[in-house]
């Protein structure tokens, strides 16, 4: 009995030693930790320009191959010079308080006649030259075309499409200024610096830039009314519109056609025309103004369409291919015009 005591116990024993064993072998040994020598890292700015240095050693720069964009067209009116002195004899201050009179007032009833004309002023014609005088006053250059513009420019008028002459559609100066002087391109041309000889075919871009010249508008239309007052008894006239023209040529130069640029309205601008003179190579001293000018008739012109006999509202060019006959159509609805008021009358 007190063998087999023993023996169990040993057993116990031996078993306990075997279990300790086991997991001392499923355990990891601890190792020390190696250390790392320590690193130094740049701080702040130098960190990051180093790393830009390192993508740039990498990657390329990269290379834009968009084209800049062209400015937009503008037509550069002179800053108007004023003379610091007198530079007249007498004292001329009745310009710059100039007033245009009001209209007579018409009652739609009284209107028994009333009929539409549009007309084309050529300033090549000896009549209309003051409409290309070239000097430069008090009241800036004396070009009627310059007039128009600064006007539109520094008194903010309202130009007009050509879309119709009705002014439905205004119209900025930019442009205005694409329909005078075309807008500004790019193109591409030999770059003489980098390859003088043009044996490398290098090439650089440079734009184009064109520059008005106010001698290129040489015609004027004017859209106008006449109106019969049967209670006043007379004829009268009221200019409604002017529109300046650009003149087409053709690819060798000759002469193609004319388009109107913008329509202005022109009671807008009659207090404008009263404060500029118009040139008078008889007496420079009686010079009246623009204003007084067109109330006056004081230009000549060629009538171009009109109302009368014309239901598919066409120019007179459109049905009469003949410029002399064309001509003689405009005299020939003046005089109708004329001779409406002249056969009211009994003698």
Known sequence: MKNRIIKLCLLLTVMAFATVEADAQAKKPNRPAKKRPPTTKPKGN????????????????????VKPAPPAAEIKIPAIKRSLRNDNAIERNLVKDRIPLSYEHIREDDAAYLQRVWREIDVHEKMNLPFVYKADGDQGNQRFINILLGAIKNDSITAFSTEDDRFTTPMTYTQISEQLVAKPRIISVPDLNQDPDGSKGIMRDTTIIEEFNPDKVERYWIKEDWVFDKESSRMHVRILGIAP??????????????????????PDLRPIFAKHEVYNGKNFG???????????????????????????????????????????????????????EQDLWSY
């Open 46 to 65: 130098a960190s990051r320009n180093n790393n830009a240095a390192n993508t740039a050693a990498i990657a390329p720069p990269p290379v834009d191959t």
């Open 245 to 266: 023209l650009k003149t087409i040529m053709n690819d060798d130069g000759s002469f193609r056609d004319v388009s109107p640029v913008f329509w202005v309205y022109y």
């Open 286 to 340: 009686a010079r009246m103004s623009w204003e007084e000018l067109f109330e006056s008739r004081m230009f000549a012109s060629r009538i171009i369409k009109s109302t009368i006999s014309n239901p598919n509202d066409e120019y007179i060019k459109s049905y009469i291919k003949d410029p002399i006959l064309a001509l003689l159509e405009g005299e020939n609805i003046r005089e109708r015009i004329f001779n409406y």
